[in-house]
């Protein structure tokens, strides 16, 4: 946008292409598409009801283009992510692996969340993980569709609506590269 001058544009992803559009204060929102809530879809080892899986802690499984597995917890600084990370990262009942997220219910509509990325580890935040955690915790009944998430790295604000999970937040540049063939 601020090399080009628009307000709005496209981005092409594995995932498909997504909406993103200037919003105020210098922020952006993107539309990161439907959540995938279907066992299949995320996907699971296994057909199963993806709002309370069999796994200790009953947490939520989600896809947002990438599988998520989000667990509600009642401290989420008191959670040792570098070994809950890994541990679930790899669980059977996810053949591609995981992002996990912990996050703890903070307010009505406000979550703080840590997040261990798959292949990547614990990381500052991630806005999949945002958009999991937040149609997550709509689901299961404990915000409303448009929540606030504090993570490491900042703040995102994440909307649940009809036409998908919109996602504003700040954008920063992080590296340059060449793209060779």
């Not at 594995?14 to 996907?43: C, F, K, T």
């Not at 990438?66 to 669980?91: I, M, R, W």
């Not at 490491?152 to 649940?160: E, K, P, S």
Request: with cysteine.
């Amino acid at each position: 946008m601020a090399r080009t001058g628009k307000t709005a544009l496209g981005i092409t992803t594995e995932r498909g292409r997504l909406s993103a559009r200037a919003a105020e204060d210098g922020l952006v929102s993107v539309n990161m598409g439907q959540p995938q809530l279907a066992w299949d879809e995320i996907p699971l080892a296994r057909e199963m009801d993806t709002l309370t899986l069999p796994i200790e802690g009953a947490p939520t499984a989600t896809g947002m283009g990438n599988p998520h597995c989000s667990f509600f917890v009642a401290d989420a600084e008191a959670v040792d992510l570098d070994a809950f990370g890994p541990a679930h990262e790899h669980h059977p009942l996810y053949p591609e692996r995981t992002n996990v997220q912990v996050a703890q219910i903070t307010g009505p509509d406000r979550i703080r969340m840590r997040v261990w990325e798959r292949g990547a580890g614990h990381t500052l935040a991630s806005g999949s993980s945002s958009c999991a955690v937040a149609v997550a915790a709509a689901r299961r009944g404990l915000t409303g569709r448009h929540v606030t998430i504090d993570l490491d790295g900042g703040t995102l604000h994440i909307d649940w609506r009809e036409d998908g999970v919109w996602m504003t937040g700040p954008t920063a540049h992080v590296f340059d590269g060449v793209w060779r063939l």
